[in-house]
């Protein structure tokens, strides 16, 4: 159907590059290769320190040498959090066509989000204190706090403009673009590079994620029967933002429309996902698009493979898409990149966005047999050609903060 | 061991008096039939008992569908003893 575009009056956004780092290695093509192929990047766990955990499997960014890709006076100030935020965002810009201070000045916004911050730096500096009666390295406060990553690719690029990071646990990438969407439509900025990064695979991170039982000791089949939790991820992806009217000017062909974002918070429970909140969530980022659920052609789920998240997804799809959120092909992508927490939501959009770009839905691995109290079209195991107009990606976070994306084609 | 009903009925016991201690649940409201609600067990007391019994049984036990869905206390007992007899047999 023809849905109106936007709200009247307001500038639309588009998405004119992209870039992410993850356990496919540098590189967004890779990520949706991967994805697209449903070739897991999910292995044996390496740790710089020996681990005494139950869980021996992650989704951890391969063989990553910072030093190739930034340069020796900017490194020091890195944790691997943001270093792979730079990666991401210097693809990212050069898909725009944008060289390093195209988009300098007060203009452009950089908004990053990140569930921990510099969790490596942390877990270092605590280690080097207790453990071995040191002191934490000297650069150690300026590289954890969570604005390190957005003041980095501020200093990269010059981007003088509001520059902060969103810590939303799971739903902190997906909250950055959507923010930066709405700064752009209401003339706050022109342009806005946003995304999200972490990096917290590492010893203690990983033990305290066992707690929570959220964890499976072998393998993450999202939606299916049998299935008993995620595998933790890492990495950034970061998206340049800006006017579709500014792409076209400069002869730039966007990726996308970032058409709409809706997000809510459940406001009831710390860890225990809740269908009003989803459910709401998805409501407004269709409206926000001025959309009908009929529209989207494709969601990227959640779909964390917890017992109870992909209960809760499956019952907010079909409340607000009725019979249709049976037949539209929706998966999650987590078994194949891991749960990369506050850089999912921006990993999982690449996917969405190159699913929307290729009319190729991504397939759900793992999968064994359907679970009856999910019952959607979760693309099982195998690719799909199919014809994509507009996507949805959504991320649910711990504290119930939600935060639900659509993209469509551009023009 | 799996099969011994002695060995069986001591795991429960034990599983009992974690679930009563992590849960803060009075011992004599945990009789097979009680349901989980009965208990007031929030999804963050489960994760609660579940550590513990990590501690004292040295199993990791992920939170699946047979947790998730036991209504009654015999039905979370049974998924969380066959989890650790299954991980003991493991070892």
């Keep these: ?59 951890q960014v391969p063989d990553f040498n910072p030093a190739d890709h930034i340069e020796p006076e900017v ?19 050069a898909q725009a066509g944008f060289k390093r201070k195209d988009i300098s000045g ?13 969790m490596t730096t942390i877990e270092d500096g605590i280690y080097r204190y ?18 390190a990553a957005p003041t980095t690719l501020g200093m990269r690029f ?60 072998n393998l993450c089949r999202p939606f299916s029967k049998g299935r008993n939790g995620m595998s933790l991820g890492e990495g950034a992806a970061v998206f340049i933002l800006e006017t579709e009217e500014s792409a076209r000017a400069r002869g730039h062909e966007p990726l ?37 659920p009929g529209d989207i052609d494709y969601i990227n789920a959640h779909g964390t493979a917890t017992h109870a998240n992909d209960i809760t997804e499956a019952e907010a799809i079909l409340r607000i898409f009725g019979e249709y959120g049976k037949v539209v092909p929706v998966s999650s992508t987590k078994p194949i990149h891991g749960h990369a927490l506050g850089a999912s939501g921006g990993l999982e959009l690449v996917i969405t966005i190159q699913a929307l770009r290729e009319q190729i839905a991504p397939p759900t691995i793992n999968f064994l047999e359907a679970d009856p109290r999910c019952p959607l079209d979760v693309v099982p195991n195998v690719a799909r050609k199919h014809k994509i107009d507009a996507a949805m990606s959504n991320s649910f976070a711990f504290g119930g903060i939600n935060a639900v994306l659509v993209v469509r084609h551009a023009g | 061991m799996t099969d011994n009903p002695q060995d069986k ?66 039905s979370l007992i049974d998924a969380i003893a066959d989890h650790i007899q299954k991980e003991r047999e493991k070892q």
Excluded: H
């Design chain 1, 1 to 59: 159907m023809a849905a109106s575009r936007g709200r009247a009056g307001e500038r639309r956004v588009v998405i004119s590059g992209m870039g992410a780092v993850c356990a496919s290695g540098v590189g967004a093509q890779k990520l949706w290769e991967a994805a697209r192929d449903g070739v897991a990047q999910i292995r044996a766990l390496k740790t710089q320190r020996p681990y005494d955990g139950r869980i021996k499997i992650a989704a």
């Design chain 1, 106 to 118: 007060p203009r452009t916004a950089v908004i990053i989000g990140s569930g921990i911050g510099g």
């Design chain 1, 158 to 217: 010059s981007a003088l403009g509001p520059t902060f990071a969103i810590g939303s646990a799971c739903s902190s990438a997906s909250q950055s673009l959507g923010l930066g969407m709405q700064m752009i439509r209401q003339g706050l900025v022109d342009k806005a590079i946003v995304g999200g990064a972490e990096a917290c695979v590492i010893n203690a991170t990983i033990r305290a994620w066992e707690g929570l039982r959220v964890m499976t000791p």
């Design chain 1, 256 to 292: 996308c429309e970032l058409a709409g974002y809706g997000t809510t918070s459940d406001a009831k429970d710390p860890v225990r996902p809740d269908l009003e909140g989803a459910s709401n969530a998805i409501r407004l980022a269709l409206e926000d698009a001025g959309l009908e």
């Design chain 1, 75 to 93: 490194l020091p100030f890195c944790d691997p959090f943001t270093q792979f935020c730079v990666v991401a965002a210097d693809e990212a810009m």
């Design chain 2, 9 to 74: 009925s001591q795991l429960v016991e034990e599983i009992i008096e974690v679930i009563a201690a992590e849960g803060m649940v009075d011992r004599s409201k945990i009789t097979p039939d009680a349901s989980i609600e009965s208990l007031d067990l929030k999804s963050v007391d489960i994760v609660m008992i579940l550590t513990a019994l990590e501690e004292k049984f040295n199993v990791y036990i992920p939170m699946d569908g047979s947790l998730q869905e036991a209504k009654d206390v015999k």
């Design chain 1, 130 to 147: 207790y453990v071995e009666k040191q002191r934490p390295e000297t650069l150690s406060v300026p590289k954890l706090i969570p604005s």
